[in-house]
């Protein structure tokens, strides 16, 4: 079983970076063939898929968020991060974390809801 739990500011503003943290307990974020990823979903529109870190600590980025996005990773504290930039109130959604094995989604955060408004 792993639990994830995201963090985060709730609201941000336009054109300011959006960072996330997500904390996971349950296994390291080390084990080998597990992916950390990070999805959104605005309201009233489906679930997006905005990137992952694996394992080894290579980063995977969504073709559409890749010029704005990175995903870190802090392992001593069995966290990764994402840090979104130059946002725009098109960014309003429930963030999740959640972790990936196999290309399919096993665990999922809570979720977090940002805003981005001025």
């Known amino acids: 079983q792993v639990w994830l739990q995201e963090s985060g500011p709730g609201l941000v503003k336009p054109s300011q970076t959006l960072s996330l943290t997500c904390t996971v307990s349950?296994?390291?974020?080390?084990?080998?063939?597990?992916?950390w990823s990070w999805i959104r979903q605005p309201p009233g529109k489906g679930l997006e898929w905005m990137g992952a870190?694996?394992?080894?600590?290579?980063?995977y980025y969504s073709p559409s968020l890749k010029s704005r996005i990175s995903i870190s990773r802090d392992t001593s504290k069995n966290q990764f991060s994402l840090h979104l930039s130059s946002v725009t109130p098109e960014g309003t959604a429930v963030y999740y974390c959640a972790s990936e094995r196999v290309s399919c989604i096993d665990y999922w955060g809570q979720g977090t809801q940002i805003t981005v408004s001025s």
């Open positions: 870190i694996s394992f080894e600590g290579s980063d």
């Open positions: 349950g296994g390291p974020i080390t084990t080998s063939d597990y992916y």
